[in-house]
């Protein structure tokens, strides 16, 4: 792993083991070197080296919470604003739980984009009416739930 | 007394006590009400899906009882929801019930000479 550019260069072997650890996390550093053909302490030492500069971010659990009883809602929801305040609207939205995912996006005005999770329609019109609506510079909102997923994943490496 | 409880009804409200206008669930038209005069305002102005969306919740009734603490307006407004109105109709007849109050509420008391 190197610095190029300010941009960390990683060889053939580190993308290597990060495919097997997005595949699965679990996956032990003797079962990777075993299939690289390297010494699980080499797998050992470039994790290591790639979690402390934060190319590994974490190591998380998707948990499917219908399984679990869990029936939330989850919405899209676009908010128009004032292009002065929009960086601060997407800031205080990060912050609350009901926020998933956020972003700003240009298409022909500048908008925050965020997917949204609630108990029921109505917390969502709650948390729409009372959190997000009065919030300085918000001139509309327009949200969609999402009635079926058909693919959820993170960025896989090639 | 009463003058103190018709300038209560009738103050400018913070942002977290306005009443935001949506069409339906999380659709926020842009259009809110910070005072009873703002809310008889935009009665006249905004989509009428907006007002058929709250009326049909009881949202006005809320908003008007516990944020206005008006209770007089608020059954006034709880009975226009039970006459099923729509559309330009409905819009009219909560414009003249809330405006009926709101002159009420501005109307300087009338002393005996």
């Known amino acids: 792993m190197k610095l190029k550019n300010n941009a960390l260069s990683l060889d053939s072997t580190d993308m290597e083991i990060l495919r097997a650890l997005q595949k699965d996390s679990r996956e032990t550093y003797g079962a990777i070197g075993k299939r690289l053909g390297i010494a699980h302490s080499t797998v050992y030492d470039r994790i290591r080296k790639m979690e402390q500069q934060k190319v590994i971010k974490n190591y998380t659990t998707t948990v499917d919470v219908e399984k679990i009883g869990i029936r939330n809602i989850t919405a899209i929801m676009t908010v128009y604003a004032d292009p002065k305040e929009i960086e601060k609207v997407a800031e205080k939205l990060a912050a609350l739980a009901e926020v998933l995912e956020i972003y700003t996006s240009l298409s022909e005005e500048l908008?925050?984009?965020?997917?949204v999770t609630a108990a029921s329609q109505e917390d969502l019109h709650e948390f729409i009416a009372n959190s997000v609506a009065p919030l300085p510079g918000v001139s509309r909102i327009r949200t969609s739930i999402i009635t079926k997923k058909f693919k959820e994943t993170r960025f896989q490496l090639r | 007394m009463k003058e103190e409880m018709n300038s209560r009804i009738l103050r400018t409200l913070p942002r977290e006590k306005t009443f935001y206008f949506f069409t339906s669930i999380g659709?926020?038209?842009?259009?809110?009400?910070?005072?009873?005069?703002e809310f008889m305002e935009r009665v006249k102005t905004v989509n009428v899906k907006s007002l058929e969306f709250h009326l049909s919740r009881g949202d006005f009734e809320k908003w008007i009882t516990e944020v206005l603490e008006d209770k007089k307006l608020a059954l006034d407004v709880w009975?226009?929801?039970?006459?099923?109105?729509?559309?330009?109709?409905?819009?009219?007849?909560?414009?003249?019930?809330?405006?009926r109050r709101y002159k009420e509420l501005v109307a300087k008391p009338i002393f005996p000479a």
């Open chain 1, 111 to 115: 908008l925050v984009i965020a997917k």
């Open chain 2, 27 to 37: 659709n926020y038209t842009g259009e809110s009400a910070a005072s009873l005069k």
């Open chain 2, 79 to 99: 009975r226009l929801q039970k006459s099923n109105l729509l559309g330009d109709s409905l819009r009219n007849q909560l414009y003249i019930t809330v405006s």
